[in-house]
Every structure is written in C-alpha cells, then in structure tokens.
C-alpha cells in the first residue's frame, strides 16, 4: 500500500514567511525613504524646491507620499504573509509603486497632478543625484526587488511543498488529539453516570414485577389472618 501525504486545504498557498522577507523589508526602507526625504531632506541641503522642511505639496503628495506609503504596504505583506496570494498581491503593489516613482513626474503634467519643483544643486552631478534618489533610482530599484520577490513566489519550491505537508501533518495531529481527548471525556462522563445509577439504584436494580406485587401483598395477608388464627 503507498502512504499518500497528507495535504490540508489550500496547501498550494502556504509558503514560510522567509520567502519574500528579504525584499519585504527592503521595499519597506525605500517605501520610507521616498515618502519622507521631501519633508527631511532640506535639513542636509538635499531636495528639491520648495526646499523647505515639512512643507506639503500636491506635486509631493501625489508623486512622492503615495507611492511610498504603497510601497511600505506591499513590503510589510511581503514580510509578514505566509500566504502566497497575498505575498504575490505585496510584490504587485511595490511593482506599480515603484513605476509610479519612474513615470510619475512625466504624467504629473498632463493629469494635474502639481509639481515637485527643480533639484537643489549647485553641481550637475548633485543634481543627478538628487533625480536618482528621489525618483528613477529609487524606483527602478523598488521594481527590482518586487520582480524578484514575484518570480521566487511564483515557483512553488521543494520547500514550499515541505512546508506545507508540514503544517497539513501538524493540523491532522492537533485534530487528532482534540477527537482523543473528546472521546475520553464522554468515557469519563459514561463512567461517572454508571456509577451514579449504582450507587442510586442498588436496590432498585431488580424492579419487582406485577405478580411479584400482588404474591408479596397476598402473603402479608395471609401472615395477618394466622395470626388472628392463632389468638
């Protein structure tokens, strides 16, 4: 006979934390990093105008803030799901936000978006700089890591299918403890009233019949008139 393994519901979808964590965690930093360096970067001379800390703007809302904050969520599912749909939906929102950091300043124009100014650089190479860092850079590096993550969750590994019939193994044992235990209980609650109907009804245990009833009545009055008799 061959053992078949055992697989719980869904297994396909089961995946170690550690599969995406690596990426996770790095998209959370850039996610971080471009949506706060507007408001911090002109306390080290390094940002674009308005180059005023912590002054907010359509043009940094909506080209800086929101992808970032996308970023930073599809990093922490990356991290933390044991899920791969909702990895892979993790991956897929630090792709798009990492995009949006690339063409986000070529479509800000034509949808309305606002601006975020000109860099702040008295060199041609900190001005450079300051566009990889802020946008193409950045973004481009985001994209990376999210493809990256989208093709290794897109593989179901040898240890993907481990993991999984690993924690099918470990549902059927914990059920399989919670039936013994069940079964044990309602024994225990059997025994308990078996002793109940002992102890109760030691003497009610033969329940006398009718003709019992009546020859003990009989009896009775026979024993009564002898012993009229017998005056």
């Known amino acids: 006979m061959v053992d078949t393994p055992t697989r719980s519901r869904g297994g396909a979808l089961h995946i170690p934390r550690s599969r995406g964590a690596a990426s996770g965690l790095l998209v959370i930093v850039l996610g ?125 590994s040898t240890r993907d299918i481990a993991y999984a019939e690993t924690r099918a193994h470990a549902v059927a044992d914990r059920d399989a403890v919670a039936d013994r235990d069940a079964v044990a209980d309602r024994d225990a609650v059997a025994d308990r009233d078996a002793e109940v109907t002992t102890h109760h009804g030691g003497a009610a245990a033969h329940k006398p019949s009718a003709r019992e009833r009546l020859s003990s009545l009989f009896g009775r009055r026979g024993r009564r008139d002898d012993h009229k008799l017998a005056v």
């Open 32 to 156: 971080l990093w471009g949506a706060l360096v507007p408001f911090i970067g002109p306390y080290f001379n390094f940002a674009f105008s308005p180059d005023q800390a912590w002054t907010w703007t359509a043009g940094r809302g909506w080209l800086e803030v929101l992808p970032g904050a996308v970023a930073v969520v599809g990093g922490f599912l990356m991290l933390t799901s044991r899920n791969r749909a909702t990895a892979m939906l993790g991956t897929w929102m630090a792709i798009v936000a990492g995009a949006w950091f690339v063409v986000g300043r070529a479509l800000a124009g034509p949808l309305g978006l606002g601006e975020v100014g000109v860099p702040v650089a008295s060199t041609e190479a900190q001005r450079v700089w300051l566009e990889l860092t802020y946008f193409y850079g950045l973004g481009a590096v985001i994209v990376f890591l999210g493809a990256l993550a989208l093709g290794r969750l897109s593989v179901r």
